[in-house]
């Protein structure tokens, strides 16, 4: 996970496993300025860890970069390598977080699945980051009490 990019122009390869080493970064070049990336991914899927039959959402990652981005080919591939991985909702959000901030570092990132209904109930995890001991983290809380 270095700041050399391997994946943006050469042919894609399309993991069949959960596969986190795909994903890249790059320098951020205004990291004294707080702004927004947002991702949005509409056909993002998993499998149930106890049926198998496959879950379908659309994943929001926003995240405020502090000295590292990631990059979007890089966060496709990582994305649709969870096709074939068994996990609740839950957990995917999660491991989705736990993955990018490992990653970049970020000030501050939040991750929502707007999974499709399943039994007649839609999923919509949330979970979110702030920086320890910054602003961030207090931002991290206040977006998390007042989740709608």
């Given amino acids: 996970m270095n700041d050399k990019l391997t994946l943006l122009g050469n042919k894609t390869e399309y993991k069949s496993e959960y596969a986190p080493q795909v994903l890249e970064t ?36 926003a995240y405020i970069p502090a000295e590292k981005m990631v990059e979007s080919k890089s966060l496709k591939l990582y994305l649709f390598s969870f096709r074939n991985h068994g996990a609740f909702h839950e957990d995917c959000v999660n491991i989705i977080m736990k993955d990018l901030i490992a990653l970049m570092e970020p ?9 499709t209904p399943r039994g007649g109930i839609s999923i919509y995890p949330y979970a979110n980051y702030g920086k320890k001991g910054t602003q961030y983290e207090e931002m991290a809380l206040y977006r998390l009490r007042n989740r709608e």
Avoid: M
């Fill in 26 to 61: 790059f320098i951020n070049r205004h990291p004294e300025n707080d702004y927004w990336v947002h991702f949005e991914c509409p056909e993002f899927t998993s499998l149930c860890p106890i049926t198998g039959q496959p879950d379908f959402a659309t994943i929001h990652i």
């Fill in 107 to 115: 000030k501050y990132i939040e991750v929502v699945g707007a999974f």
